[in-house]
Structure formats: structure tokens, C-alpha cells
């Protein structure tokens, strides 16, 4: 008798795979915030000039924007640098401030210009001349990763003190994320400065040896927009004197 034999026949079954679709995620780019470079100094001797000579900063790519600082003060048988005149070299542009002397002894104003191909490296050699004899000093900076707006208020803010060591540069608020704020002390008669707060990047200039007048100025970069950096002091050595402080922001790109 013939027997039938079941045969069990396999089936396939398709099982589906999930596929995982890549999303692209937009990342902020944060604004560059400007940078300081190393400054170039120059004073004259402590009886004084009717000129002094500062050459831009070693650092100085094109297009950079340089800031010079030039202090005067009153030399021994001349006249008060108080009311003296000082003349910037051709292209250099004044900023403005709402203070510039300090008692008699004391002058302070802050140029700018575009750094241009003669400036690179440090070749630019330039002149500020004064109406009489005065101890004088400079300091000269470049920046790079400026806004096309280098300054975010065109008056810097500054405070004058007579005879004191204490020199108080009045807070500045910041317009734009990732400005730079610039503190600057200038002081007669004067050895060092040492800033209170050491958060500030220091830069410490020269004045006629043994005499003022003496510069330097402090960086720190300010991440926020609104932020008021408040007063920022420093300490004249060795005794008081007649002083200026002043705070301006250099606003970061674009």
C-alpha cells in the first residue's frame, strides 16, 4: 500500500530594515573679538622734546587698526603741558575725549588710523611735534578682527585726578558681543603702574627715566553686549600725581 509523505516547504519572510537619516545641525560661529598685538614705545629725555617719534607695532599686518597714545607733561623752565598743542603726523585721526589734561602738568590724546603697507612689520616710522618743551611718551598698539565701526562710542570716557597715585579709567558699556575694552592709565612723575584688576591683558609703557610722563593700557575681552565694565583703577609708584584714566571699546567683527 503506497504511503503519501508530507514535505514542509520553507517560506521566506522579508523583514524590513530602518535606514537612519543623517540631519544637518546649523553651528553659530562665534564673532571673532578684537586682538591686541605688542606695542612699540618711545619717550623722550626728562628735559623734554619738541617732538617724539614711535614706530608701529613689529606685529602690524594690513589693515590692522594701530592706536597710539601721546602723553605730555610739563618740562622744567617751559610752559604748562596743560595748555600745549600737540600736532599728529599726517592720516592719524584724533579721538576724541571728554577729558585730555590734568591739572597743569599733565596732556593726554589718543590717535588712529589704518595701518598701510609701509606700516607692516613695524617700518612705520611716524612724528607727533609739540608747541613747546615737554616730557612726552608714546605707546602704540595694533588691532586686528576690527568691526568695520572700529570704535563703539567716538569720545573715549576719561577722569582726571590732581595729585593722587590712584588713576581711575570710568566704565564703559559695551555695544556689541565680543567687543574689547581698552583701559588706559597715564600718570606724571611717575616709575610704574600696576593695574587693580588683573584680568586686564597689561601693557606697560616707558616714560623719560626717572620722570613721566608714564603710559600703559589693560585689554579684556567682553563677551556680552550691554555689559558695563565699570571703573577700572590703577596704582602710580612712587608718589601721587596728577593723572588721566580712560576706557573706549573696539567693536568686533562684522
Known amino acids: 500500500t503506497a504511503t503519501a509523505t508530507a514535505t514542509a516547504t520553507a517560506t521566506a519572510t522579508a523583514t524590513a530594515t530602518a535606514t ?8 553659530a560661529t562665534a564673532t571673532p573679538t578684537p586682538v591686541p598685538g605688542s606695542p612699540s614705545t618711545d619717550a623722550t629725555d626728562p628735559g623734554g622734546a619738541v617732538s617724539i617719534v614711535d614706530n608701529t607695532p613689529p606685529g602690524t599686518a594690513l589693515g590692522d587698526l594701530l592706536v597710539s597714545i601721546i602723553a605730555i607733561e610739563t618740562a622744567p623752565g ?3 603741558a596743560s595748555t600745549g598743542v600737540i600736532t599728529p ?3 592719524w585721526n584724533l579721538l576724541s575725549e571728554n577729558v585730555s589734561t590734568s591739572g597743569t602738568d599733565l596732556q593726554l590724546h589718543i590717535y588712529y588710523k589704518d ?3 609701509a606700516d607692516v612689520g613695524g617700518f612705520g616710522t611716524y612724528s607727533w ?15 586686528t578682527n576690527i568691526g568695520a565701526t572700529p570704535f563703539e562710542s567716538t569720545t573715549a570716557n576719561c577722569t582726571a585726578t590732581a595729585t593722587s597715585a590712584t588713576i581711575t579709567a570710568p566704565g564703559f558699556i559695551t555695544g556689541k558681543g565680543n567687543d574689547l575694552n581698552v583701559a588706559l592709565w597715564v600718570i606724571a612723575a611717575h616709575d610704574a603702574i600696576t593695574p587693580t584688576n588683573g584680568s586686564y591683558n597689561f ?8 620722570v613721566g610722563p608714564l603710559p ?18 590703577a596704582t602710580g609708584v612712587p608718589t601721587a600725581a596728577d593723572n588721566i584714566g580712560c576706557q573706549f571699546n573696539l567693536s568686533s567683527t562684522p
Open 203 to 210: 601693557n606697560a609703557g616707558v616714560g623719560p627715566t626717572g
Open 115 to 117: 595701518a598701510g603697507a
Open 89 to 91: 603726523p599726517g592720516g
Open 216 to 233: 600703559g593700557f589693560g585689554t579684556l575681552a567682553v563677551p556680552t553686549s550691554g555689559t558695563n565694565t565699570g571703573s577700572q583703577t
Open 78 to 80: 617751559h610752559g604748562n
Open 129 to 143: 611735534t609739540f608747541s613747546d618743551t615737554f616730557r612726552a611718551a608714546a605707546q602704540m598698539e595694533n588691532f
Open 20 to 27: 537612519a537619516t543623517a540631519t544637518a545641525t546649523a553651528t
